[in-house]
């Protein structure tokens, strides 16, 4: 059975975790709404992940809502040790599978039980702020409130450490006067790169930087040049731009979600992809092919 190196690790919080990781968004029905078509899968996908060497998964109880933690819980519940388990406040689902702000001090502390109690944990060892801005992008605004309810939350030992999704540099600086940041959750792919300046500033502080999207999205990447350069290489597209990712900086930790247990597998095998200095500069130069 395949297996992810033990090497290829960086530092969030006080855990070391593999860089190749998985996100549980897609266990959750269509448009991360409801149950999952075939619960037996997504119990199937979190063993195998497991089994495979994952040891960092990013949920959210606002996926279903409720239901992905709930499959974690199923599937892998005891938790063995080295798992570390991602979770992200900051959002509610309307009935109508709409995502809503939920961003006052209340609403954070009720999202924190709710992810306990979902997960069946004491404590999370790490819970990223999500800020409600634009969907996709960071919007400048103060979040001096929700932090100084996270660290009250960090205080009375509900949560290890604090990380921040969807937000500016100017926010993650005044997040770290109130509390230590371990990680930043933003959109950023092979050709989505807003965050090259951040990436490499979090690299220097020594804090983790996890792409949401990795691989598009909603909108899975399209390009004849990564389509090319997968070929030379003899890997899938997909897999070539998770590649990319884990080249890009020491301090990316890949999630890429799926339902599906083949899939999982190829995703998990990009993290054996090497690239030479000429691929990477292909690949590096698709991003002002298609601005």
């Not at 247990?261 to 691929?279: D, F, G, P």
Request: with cysteine; net charge negative; charged share 20%.
């Amino acid at each position: 059975m395949f297996k992810l190196a033990t090497n290829d690790t960086f530092s969030l919080g006080d855990r070391r975790v593999r860089r190749m990781g998985y996100g549980a968004m897609q266990l959750a029905g269509p448009g991360v709404f409801g149950p999952p078509k075939d619960r037996g899968a997504a119990v199937a996908v979190l063993r195998e992940a497991l089994a495979a060497g994952v040891d960092h998964i990013d949920t959210s109880d606002f996926y279903g809502p409720h239901v992905t933690n709930q499959v974690i819980c199923e599937a892998l519940h005891p938790y063995p040790d080295s798992l570390v388990i991602v979770t992200k406040i900051g959002a509610i689902r309307g009935q109508d599978a709409s995502w809503l702000p939920a961003q006052e001090p209340e609403q954070l502390r009720q999202a924190v039980h709710d992810n306990l109690r979902n997960l069946k944990l004491e404590a999370l060892e790490v819970v990223n702020l999500r800020v409600m801005g634009s969907p996709h992008t960071p919007t400048e605004g103060s979040i001096e409130k929700q932090m100084h309810a996270l660290a009250e939350l960090r205080q009375e030992g509900l949560v290890r450490h604090i990380g921040l999704s969807n937000v500016t540099a100017k926010q993650i600086e005044e997040a770290q006067r109130i509390a230590p940041i371990v990680c930043v959750q933003n959109h950023y792919n092979l050709i989505h790169r807003d965050d090259d300046a951040l990436v490499d500033a979090l690299a220097q502080q020594g804090i983790a930087y996890v792409p949401f999207f990795p691989l598009g999205g909603f909108s899975p990447l399209r390009s004849a040049a990564l389509s090319h350069i997968a070929e030379t290489i003899g890997a899938t597209p997909m897999q070539t731009a998770l590649a990319w990712l884990l080249h890009r900086s020491p301090n990316i930790l890949v999630i890429p979600g799926t339902s599906s247990v083949a899939h999982l597998r190829e995703n998990l095998a990009a993290a054996t992809i090497r690239l030479s200095h000429e691929v990477y500069a292909q690949l590096d130069a698709i991003a002002a092919m298609t601005e």
